[in-house]
């Protein structure tokens, strides 16, 4: 299989965003010197805390 090896402990998803929402993901994540894969973890840990509590 090609392409870049694994470097994380986590199994890898894949989702499809609207182009528009994945750059401005990209966007602000370099803006605050992040991964934008490290803001949609956060992103997602926030909304499961926030439906818990619902």
Do not use: F, M, Q, T
């Given at each position: 299989m090609a392409g870049r090896p694994a470097t994380g402990q986590t199994p890898v998803k894949s989702f499809r965003p609207p182009p528009a929402l994945w750059a401005e993901l990209e966007k602000?994540?370099?803006?605050?010197?992040?991964?934008?894969?490290?803001?949609?973890?956060?992103?997602?840990?926030?909304?499961?805390?926030?439906?818990?509590?619902?």
């Open positions: 602000l994540a370099a803006a605050e010197g992040r991964k934008s894969s490290d803001a949609l973890v956060e992103a997602l840990h926030d909304w499961v805390k926030k439906k818990r509590r619902a």
